[in-house]
């Protein structure tokens, strides 16, 4: 009687040890595939899309890692167009 409690027990403990394991990989699984990543267009630097400033062109979004650089590419579309426009003449 003692030798299948001593089985049992230890049945018990390696199932909770290789369920343990199987979830934290699953954990980690998750969250990679949530971690999506964006280039910032002026530095280039990386930006979770959690942590991103979220720009619009023409229907399109644009991932910014701060404000500084989403005034940046404003700044730099309007000098680009203000060019494009003083050519044109």
């Known amino acids: 009687m003692a030798k299948l409690l001593v089985l049992i027990l230890v049945g018990y403990i390696l199932y909770k040890m290789f369920k343990g394991r199987s979830a934290a990989k699953e954990a980690r699984r998750d969250a990679d595939q949530e971690e999506e990543t964006f280039r910032d267009p002026v530095c280039g630097t990386y930006v979770a899309r959690?942590?991103?400033?979220?720009?619009?062109?023409e229907g399109r979004k644009l991932?910014?890692?701060s404000m500084?650089?989403?005034?940046?590419?404003r700044d730099q579309l309007e000098n680009s167009?203000?060019?494009?426009i003083g050519g044109e003449k």
């Not at 959690?50 to 062109?57: E, F, M, S």
């Not at 500084?68 to 590419?73: D, G, I, Q």
């Not at 167009?81 to 494009?84: F, L, V, W």
């Open 50 to 57: 959690g942590d991103a400033v979220i720009g619009n062109l």
């Open 63 to 65: 991932y910014f890692c």
């Open 68 to 73: 500084s650089c989403l005034e940046k590419f």
């Open 81 to 84: 167009e203000k060019n494009s």
